[in-house]
């Protein structure tokens, strides 16, 4: 008779918990990377590149940065996996397999100087899109 009232009891709480209330996840914040990007599919010429900068972190907690091409262009482009020493870098290049090209949404190999001396960290990187500038 007890194991009947532990398994009643069991069922009981089983479904309770089952009508507990439970948090939604949280809403993503507002994103203030993504404002201002065009995401059409648009290229820029790599040997355009003549800088990089930081950009804020994803909520997904991946690492952004801003490459710059030509004149007062920018380019959103976001890591998916490990890139460790990107945060160290003082310069980092592009490894796009002799194209001459970059596009929307095409993903591409960044090369980041490890702080091992003489090795480079291969990072798998998103190009997000071109940044819109305010006039």
Known sequence: MNRLKTAA???ICAGLAACAPVEEPAADGYDTALANLDTTRACFFTRE???YSDAPSSSARNDR???STGVNERWLLETYG???DLDFANAVGLDVRG???V?????ETLLVPSTIPGEVDRCP????GRVIEDD
């Open 125 to 128: 990187v998103r190009v997000l």
């Open 49 to 51: 590149i003549n800088g």
């Open 82 to 84: 490990s890139c460790p």
């Open 9 to 11: 009891a069991i069922v």
């Open 103 to 107: 596009c929307t949404g095409q993903r």
């Open 99 to 101: 194209s001459v090209s």
């Open 65 to 67: 940065l801003y490459i």
